[in-house]
């Protein structure tokens, strides 16, 4: 069936680091892909988001690009932030159903 | 414009009871959605409604059901609770069709003593 698998976290890095967080789907059809962070105690917001393949997003400095060959749709930023700490949720949409993965906290640190 | 808005914000329960939830979407959006969040099982879909009528479910028992009313806001209720259905209970809305980017409001978090 449809899914999102993420990288585990924590992940932990200095700030000004370069940030990956991998995410590959499973889907039948076309899937649109999205990133979503959620702050400490409060909901998910949306961070970026692509519909086809070979689109990228980007926003605020992350940006991920949708892989149809790979299905994947990684995320990564040049240079973290302390701001940056949360946890990254990776989802699909497919035949009216979101799957999301389950998530990766990033923990910056100045 | 006002984001999702839910309530209440924390709730404690007994098992056995049951529980509403309530979820008022940004104005205009007609799609309502909700998600359990907990530790172990990360964020599930439950279930969505479009115009008063549940249009997607997930795989949960029966004791989670839902409504939405003519207004676009919804419920979700949870009978005979459990100990497992402490968790974050997420709602998002859309203007239409869940493909589109879901707007999320903070969240109902459900303890279950």
């Known amino acids: 069936g449809d899914s999102v698998t993420q990288m585990e976290g924590p992940v932990t890095l200095s700030e000004e680091a370069f940030l990956t967080i991998n995410c590959t789907y499973t889907?039948?059809?076309?899937?649109?892909l999205f990133w979503y962070v959620q702050y400490p105690g409060e909901g998910l917001q949306l961070l970026l988001k692509?519909?086809?393949?070979?689109d990228k997003g980007s926003n605020k400095g992350f940006e991920a690009t949708y892989r149809k060959e790979t299905t994947s749709f990684h995320l990564e930023k040049g240079s973290v932030q302390v701001s940056d700490s949360a946890v990254y949720f990776c989802?699909?949409?497919?035949?009216?159903?979101?799957?999301f993965g389950s998530g990766t906290k990033l923990n910056v640190k100045p | 414009k006002a984001g999702v808005t839910q309530t209440p914000r924390y709730l404690i329960k007994t098992r056995g009871q049951q529980v509403t939830l309530s979820c008022s979407p940004i104005?205009?959006?007609?799609?309502v959605s909700w998600y359990q969040q907990t530790p172990g099982q990360g964020l599930q879909f439950l279930f969505e409604y479009f115009s008063e009528t549940q249009r997607n479910k997930g795989n949960f028992p029966g004791r989670f059901s839902g409504r939405q009313f003519s207004n676009s806001r919804s419920e979700m209720n949870v009978s005979t609770l459990e100990l497992g259905d402490s968790a974050l209970y997420l709602c998002?809305?859309?203007?239409?069709?869940?493909?589109?980017?879901?707007?999320f409001g903070p969240g109902t978090r459900l303890l279950v003593l």
């Open positions: 889907a039948t059809g076309y899937p649109s």
């Open positions: 989802a699909q949409t497919n035949f009216n159903k979101f799957y």
């Open positions: 104005s205009g959006h007609r799609s």
């Open positions: 692509a519909t086809k393949a070979d």
């Open positions: 998002a809305s859309t203007f239409q069709e869940i493909q589109e980017t879901q707007y």
